[in-house]
């Protein structure tokens, strides 16, 4: 039986699924994978709990969360004022489970803890995107030094295995191409103003009502999550390091009605696609509204569902689509990845 | 760097595919992910081309079998009579690569070769699916017991990742349940049934002449194939043991263009669906004609495409089509396996 001791950054929805997974199933992943899944600290704004050998009492401390406590003042464990830095430094785990809030800005503080992580060999597998997105060149490079491993299944789709299908699937055959459909609201949209010849603001409203779209939904109506989240899967299966300035990006803001009817009426259908394509030794990434062919397996993924596509030279296209985007489906995702740190050897 | 050395069973399409697969990109593979990829032996029926230390030159090899020769007699190493048995017996390898034919009343010869090899404690990599549909149980027994690893992804649907989902990408998650379009004939006839409204015997002669059904169908379209990709899908998923024996199973050969159009009458779609189902600890499996609601993600898999989608709990549903099934597609499989052998651990 193998222990792997986490740390657990960000006690939010998804830190909190997460945890709550593994309290539920930490006997069955023993039983199947003979691995042994330990969470030794947990971090938030205010501080820690930690736990010495043998892990959190996770029910427990779920409990204490769900009435309101904090990390820091867990009767037993809680450490006012311990940072994840500086848990990473003082104390030992095999891998850091970042779940801390996306900051696209400066990627803090994920981008601490990663690189604090990485410095001291662990795996990383994370659900924030924010320090992939902005340092994925450096990151690489300082875990490929240190021996750490990268796992950014959730960041990249929550619960679709996007990323899966061109790191292990497809894995001997060249990937040529990748389009997506990455973001579930701006596909709601246009599914909506579809279906129902509504107008871009009317299917915008209705999405935000629905709670699909936020009050601002910048980062999804106007390509930006899609992009960042092509981002991390060229980068990581073709090792580019395109930035977020590396992208041209069109949203989906000045899609009307008419648009997408002349496009049914070409026997297409427009879908916001992330594309990376291969040519001559080089990879273009671009994000924007795509006339696909109703026979692109892409074209009847709708509403609020993602998917992705790969084209390669051996395998021929191959298409994944589904999974679940809630906290839960994130926190699926990490679990998933946690258990991949076990399974994989390189 | 980690070598493989491999024993190659059949030499026909399958396995010349994927000779030359390894012949082309042994060079990437090193460099890609840290594995010497070398052909030890190749068997076929009347004997076996045997290298000693550094593997077949293979490009030498593959020309001579294009212009006719046989293993037995390549130069230098050729050994008329050398069986798969002998060679794994005799020699040494990492893994054996199964590509002879499908033989479905007693699975051999590739039967007694996967056994040999599990003796020795090598993986086994196999596009066959006859010795697992026949001893699922017995050879994952006797895997177990000998550290042997059974990859069969070649073998579930060629270059589609049927398996990979379930075993990968879904793990840390229960499923629930696994719906497969898994025969590209049927579907192709199927398809052809509805968008042109012909019968089941035209749309079959036009599938033979085109090359997708063979002269004698009953395999796919009495839905013996899709039943046992399920069978083998089912069986390593969810550690069940059914044989062909155990599973219900309706083919297509009575379906008529007034079912199609009923179905469709009824916002639906027919289709070959293989099942599997978990519900109270139990695992239920059948294969037959499925009415499929028009949303649902297998409905709009057409013509000789295939597909699966597995619903979990926490993940919600995911599904995978597409992928080469061509005998390049199942050879891909197969290096993937290969591959799998060096970046799994366990």
Partial sequence: MKTKKLIVCGAGNVGRSFLRLVADRAAAIRAKHGLNIEVGCVVDVGGAAHAGDGGLPLPAFLDFLTAGGR??????YGQ?????VAAIENYSFDALVETTPTNLKTGEPAYSFVTAAIAKGMDVVSANKGPFVLHFAELNKLAAASRSRLFISAATGAALPTLDIGKFSTVGADITAIEG?????????????YFEKTSYADALKEAQAMGIAETDPTLDVEGYDTRNKIILVANTLFKTSFGIDDVPVTGITKITYDDID??????TVLKLVA????AGGKVTLSVGPKALDKNHPLATINYSEKGITYTTDTMGQITVLGGKSSPVGAAAALLKDVIHTHIFSV
Avoid: C, Q, S
Avoid at 80 to 84: E, Q, S
Avoid at 262 to 267: E, F, I, Q, Y
Avoid at 275 to 278: P, S
């Fill in 80 to 84: 006012k004022g311990l940072t994840g």
């Fill in 275 to 278: 594309t990376a394509e291969l």
């Fill in 71 to 76: 990390p820091e003042d867990f009767p037993g």
């Fill in 262 to 267: 002349r496009a049914a009426k070409n026997g």
């Fill in 181 to 193: 459909i990455l973001n579930g609201t701006t596909n709601f949209i246009l599914t909506k103003m």
